[in-house]
């Protein structure tokens, strides 16, 4: 059964960090094609994307709001993709989601989410 399992939310202080993991199975998560990505969904507003990664090859993709504070890394050997968030902003508060999508089959699947809130 294909799963996704996030952890590692919580509340932070403007300019903190935390690091959010997302740990999959019942896929072959290192195959050509996989795409491992964060969403995130703060309240009142759309869905929207973070940053992904190419399991196969390492290849990244950030949001413009992001980039340059957050990081995508995966460890294929875990099943496990994390994502860094540093330098952390109040409007950067949301649930953040890890999405696994194939290119080329219809495989697709979301975690239940993780609460991040950033607040002094």
């Known amino acids: 059964q294909l799963q996704l399992v996030e952890s590692g939310g919580g509340l932070v202080q403007p300019g903190g960090s935390l690091t959010l993991s997302c740990t999959a199975s019942?896929?072959?998560?290192?195959?050509?094609?996989?795409?491992m990505s964060w969403y995130r969904q703060a309240p009142g507003k759309e869905r929207e994307l973070v940053a992904s990664i190419a399991t196969a090859g390492g290849s990244t993709n950030y949001a413009d709001s992001v980039k340059g504070r957050f990081t995508v890394s995966k460890d294929n050997a875990k099943d496990t993709v994390y994502l860094q968030l540093n330098n952390l902003k109040p409007e950067d508060t949301a649930v953040y989601y890890c999405?696994?999508?194939?290119?080329?089959?219809?495989?697709?699947?979301w975690g239940q989410g993780t609460q991040v809130t950033v607040s002094s």
């Open positions: 999405n696994a999508k194939h290119r080329f089959t219809t495989l697709e699947s």
């Open positions: 019942g896929f072959a998560f290192a195959e050509y094609g996989v795409i």
